[in-house]
């Protein structure tokens, strides 16, 4: 039963988090020194009138109430409203760019999940954190995403799953170490090694059912830094995904694409994040 | 801690050669010579010119400099902000402090770089240079407390009920002499925070200019040098294209090793 009031609690929480996305979203948009001005001003081919016009236009849809109005109810009719450049309803947008942006995610995530598992399991069976293992996902970190999938680029080696991958892989394996670090210093470890015991019953045994409570929190980890790793990879790359999506909307100003765009990210990492709490922590929510 | 110290004396070294960089006799990022563009080095241009004819050295000096004391000053703007936000929700009702929290999970809820590129994108069309690098920053600054305020939050929480705490408590000291004496104890909990946010502040705006979302030409930075690995006619020609890339990655591993074991 409490469980049951935990959950319900955690997804009120996790739905008020999502309105208040919504609503900081569009007052940051509104407030933006820039909200009004529109390209299309700049165009010497508009006439002064039509130029007036426009501006008029933006002012008239620039109130804080019709902007929430029209965001909710392009919600509510299930299209996410119009988009700006293209004149369609945002949803036609997103559907086909979220399979590829899915697909990318879930590939390098798993990957990266192995990758670093398989890495950490190594570096953390030594007595000493070595350079040889952190030196490696250190560089990786240092590198910006969008120079690594430049240089993937000019190399003419490795693709958007393989930076995502390591950009992960790196972040996981740090998180991963200090982990299985920990669980290896543990006293009933140490003593079965001492008795003998064969390393790898130790992981299978020990080890691995020790780090599973943490596998959730490293689910958040890979997916906040693949999300904010996506939007520089599918632009290098040119794969028409949310984040490519996501850059044209900005150089374009289409503000609807961007905040729906933001909404799904925001429901995402929420929702990784109430999964990534242990059923237990939900009764205290 | 030894690692540590040489990381700071470099960082302090590659300062220092950028300054001298930048305060030579006739260097300036923006001067063109129309003559050399994307030439190799010289004695005129040490490590060449890019596309429009700019020297790249003083240039890539001027981004380091730019780039490191913006996310200095982006960094203590945030570490301040969620010093005084986590602080006055530990200190708060307990209302008032789980809605402060929540505040900070609509933040968590977003990925950075979204949020800047949303405001990047509704800045006006006509925002000079030195406005697009002072709203980059501000902006790194105004989405970078929440998680720091979190841990902040946890650490005065815990600070709280510590016995000298109750005792000060019990003494009669009011809210706001507390808070004097908690601040202290909390930096070991905001140096790392600091240094940590400085890094990722400079990895944010490298890929926010590498995006054409970050500071505005001819003012240079991290992310629009990094836009010149994008012409392979310019990368045939001259190596020292790598020069931004190279330093970049290289400032990022001592950031990172300053901030490591604090």
């Given at each position: 039963?409490?469980s049951?009031v935990g ?5 009120a929480?996790t ?5 208040l996305?919504?609503l900081?979203?569009t ?7 820039g ?8 165009d010497?081919r508009y ?7 426009l ?11 019709h902007m929430?109005?029209t965001?909710i109810g392009?919600?509510?009719?299930g299209?996410?409203?119009l ?9 036609e947008?997103?559907?086909p760019?979220l399979?590829?942006?899915g697909?990318?995610m ?9 990758l670093?598992?398989c890495?950490?399991l190594?570096s ?8 040889l293992w952190?030196a490696?996902?250190a560089?990786l ?5 969008a120079?690594?999938?430049t ?7 490795g693709g958007?799953?393989l930076?995502m991958?390591l ?6 394996f740090k ?8 669980s290896w210093?543990?006293?009933h470890?140490l003593?079965?090694r001492?008795?003998?015991v064969t ?9 691995l059912?020790?780090i ?10 890979s997916?906040?830094t693949?999300?904010s790793?996506?939007v520089p990879v599918?632009v290098?790359?040119?794969?028409p ?6 850059w044209?909307a900005?150089?374009n100003r ?5 905040l ?5 990210m925001?429901?995402a ?6 999964v990534?709490?242990?059923p ?6 | 801690m030894?690692?540590?110290r040489i ?9 220092l050669?950028?300054l001298?960089?930048?305060a030579a006799?006739?260097?300036s ?15 005129h241009h040490p490590a060449g010119t890019d596309?429009?004819g700019?020297?790249?050295m003083?240039r890539?000096?001027?981004a380091?400099?730019?780039?490191l004391?913006?996310?200095?000053a982006a ?6 902000a969620?010093?005084?936000v986590?602080?006055?929700a ?6 008032l402090g789980s809605l ?5 999970d ?10 800047l590129m ?6 006006p069309?006509?925002?000079?240079p030195?406005h697009?690098?002072e ?13 720091c ?5 946890r650490?005065t929480?815990g ?6 705490m109750?005792?000060?408590r019990a003494?009669g000291?009011?809210s706001?002499q ?5 601040l202290p ?5 905001l ?12 990895i ?7 995006l ?7 003012l240079?930075s ?6 010149e690995?994008d012409?392979s ?12 890339i190279?330093?970049?990655i290289?400032?990022l591993?001592?950031?990172e090793?300053l901030?490591?074991?604090v």
């Open positions: 039963m409490n049951v959950l319900v609690k955690r997804l929480r739905t008020v988090i999502v309105l996305v919504v900081g979203s007052i940051l948009v509104r407030f933006a020194p909200y009004l001005s529109d390209a299309r001003e700049m010497s006439a002064a009138a039509a130029r007036v016009e501006s008029e236009e933006a002012m008239r849809s620039s109130s804080l109430p929430l109005a965001e392009g919600w509510t009719h299209n996410f409203g988009s700006r450049q293209y004149g369609v309803p945002v949803l947008l997103i559907v760019r399979a590829v942006t697909n990318l879930l590939r390098s995530i798993l990957l990266a999940w192995a670093a598992l890495l950490s190594f953390s069976a030594g007595r000493n954190p070595s350079l952190h490696p996902a560089l970190l240092a590198v910006p995403t120079a690594m999938a240089l993937c680029l000019l190399a003419d080696s958007p799953v930076v991958t950009l992960i892989a790196a972040r996981d998180f991963l170490d200090r982990i299985l670090r920990k210093r543990d006293p470890l003593q079965a001492a008795q003998g390393t790898l019953r130790l992981v299978r045994a020990h080890i059912p020790n599973a409570s943490h596998l959730l929190a490293l689910a958040t980890l997916i906040v693949a999300l790793a996506l599918e290098i790359f040119s794969l995904g949310l984040g490519q999506l996501a044209n900005a150089l289409d503000l609807p694409v961007l729906a765009i933001t909404m799904i925001a429901i990492v929420t929702c990784a994040g109430m990534s709490e242990p237990g922590e939900w009764q205290t929510a | 030894r690692s540590r990381a700071a004396w470099l960082l302090l070294g590659l300062v050669i950028a001298a960089v930048i006799p006739g260097s990022y923006s001067q063109q010579d129309r003559a050399l563009p994307l030439a190799g080095a010289s004695s596309a429009l700019r020297d790249r003083v890539v000096a001027a380091f400099l730019l780039s004391a913006g996310a200095i960094s203590a703007a945030t570490t301040a969620a010093a005084g986590g602080t006055l530990a200190f708060s009702p307990a209302a402060a929290m929540l505040v900070c609509v933040f968590l809820a977003l990925p950075w770089l979204f949020l949303m405001v990047r994108s509704a800045l069309l006509t925002t000079s030195v697009s690098a709203v980059t920053f501000l902006v790194l600054a105004a989405l970078g407390w929440p998680a305020a979190r841990a902040v939050y650490g929480q600070l709280r009920n510590a016995e000298w109750l005792q000060a003494g000291l009011r706001p507390i808070v004097r004496y908690v104890n909390l930096l070991p909990l140096l790392p925070q600091f240094l940590i946010c400085i890094p990722a502040f400079v944010a705006e490298a890929n926010l200019g590498a054409g979302l970050g500071i505005g030409e001819p240079p991290w992310g629009g040098m990094l836009l690995l012409n006619a310019m990368l045939l020609r001259t190596p020292w294209v790598y020069l931004p190279a330093l970049l290289v400032v591993l001592l950031l090793a901030a490591v074991e």
